[in-house]
């Protein structure tokens, strides 16, 4: 079934939100999201009840049916996809290829993001970490916790960093703290308050808030996040 481009952008919004944390995404999110007016929002909010792809009780969440998450790992699948090719075939760095998959993701055809698929080898994450659903939907999000939950003394490995500032993400390669990096949790310096952490070459990095609330690290404990 064929949905309008603003359907698919709303259900990815919505899935992408609890895809790494379990509270469920308000309109008064949604809206920041999109940077869109709440009104806005609202009106496409109940649209999308009407075409069964959300669920939404007035001044509740805003959670997908089984219709709606479909089309959402679908879309997923797609945006992930294309963000992972212009990575790896055409020299983008992972800070420029955000944009390029929201317009690219609805323009190219199922057999085309297949060939796409089969060409990178079958990927299971994109360039930030984030996982790649299957042909036949199957998503599977790894264990981690956010870097601003993990107590000093900590060893672990970044397995997911946030691509909705690309400023930090330059700022963040630029010190080496990168998908697949090791580090070492030092903790919060005195005074300062910064959050410290050591990369497993020995160099030493204080990292702010808006840092350590965008970077997610495998889970020491082995429990889900």
Avoid: C
Avoid at 3 to 14: G, L, R
């Amino acid at each position: 079934m064929s949905y309008p481009t603003a359907f698919e952008d709303y259900v990815k919004v919505i899935y992408a939100h609890t895809e790494w944390q379990p509270e469920a995404i308000t309109p008064s999110v949604l809206a920041a999201r999109l940077g869109l007016a709440a009104s806005s929002v609202t009106e496409m909010v109940k649209k999308l009840v009407a075409s069964s792809l959300v669920e939404h009780e007035p001044y509740g969440a805003v959670t997908l049916t089984a219709e709606g998450t479909a089309l959402a790992v679908r879309m997923v699948r797609r945006h992930r996809l294309i963000e992972t090719w212009l990575v790896q075939h055409f020299g983008y760095s992972w800070d420029e290829v955000h944009d390029e998959a929201e317009v690219l993701e609805h323009a190219l055809s199922d057999r085309m993001f297949d060939a796409i698929d089969a060409e990178l080898g079958y990927p299971v994450r994109d360039p930030h970490g984030d996982p790649i659903p299957s042909a036949s939907g199957v998503v599977n999000v790894p264990r981690a916790i956010l870097l601003a939950d993990a107590t000093a003394g900590t060893r672990s490995t970044v397995v997911r960093i946030s691509d909705r500032d690309a400023s930090l993400l330059r700022h963040l390669e630029a010190e080496g703290i990168v998908v697949d990096a090791e580090l070492t949790v030092l903790g919060r310096e005195p005074h300062r308050g910064a959050f410290a952490v050591q990369l497993a070459a020995g160099t030493h990095h204080d990292l702010g808030a808006e840092a350590t609330a965008s970077i997610w690290i495998a889970d020491p404990s082995g429990t889900t996040a």
